[in-house]
């Protein structure tokens, strides 16, 4: 079974630093699309920074220049470094995947559980 396991995550404050990891367990045959998607009480979850099957990223407007995407294929892992934090990067940030787990199934998301960043002083 596949399982999505993420790491890190916590209470920083304001202009610090935090990274958060996650890697794909289990038996799968490819793995496509990798990223990170965040959430807040009462909104849609929203991309934050993903590799798309063709390795390209995309990122939110909002975490450019302070939010790094990282992938170890090698390791099925992604990482997400995430600098100059600010109060409204609080959220609970989900590692996302798009997975085939065997070559004639079709690809399908995966998520994490979830891991909660708040920005405070």
């Known amino acids: 079974q596949v399982q999505l ?3 890190g995550g916590g209470l920083v404050q304001p202009g610090g630093s935090l990274r958060l990891s996650c890697t794909v367990s289990g ?3 490819s793995i496509n699309a990798m990223g990170w998607y965040r959430q807040t009480p ?7 920074a993903a590799f798309t099957s063709g390795s ?3 990122d939110a407007d909002s975490v450019k220049g302070r939010f790094t995407i990282s992938r170890d294929n090698a390791k099925n892992t992604v ?3 995430m600098n100059s934090l600010k109060p409204e990067d609080t959220a609970v940030y989900y590692c996302y995947a798009g997975i085939r787990v065997g070559l004639t199934h079709p690809i399908r998301d995966y998520w994490g559980q979830g891991t909660q960043v708040t920005v405070s002083s």
């Open 27 to 29: 038996r799968l045959f």
């Open 79 to 81: 990482s997400l470094q």
């Open 5 to 7: 396991v993420e790491s």
């Open 42 to 48: 009462g909104k849609q979850r929203e991309l934050v």
């Open 56 to 58: 390209m990223i995309n």
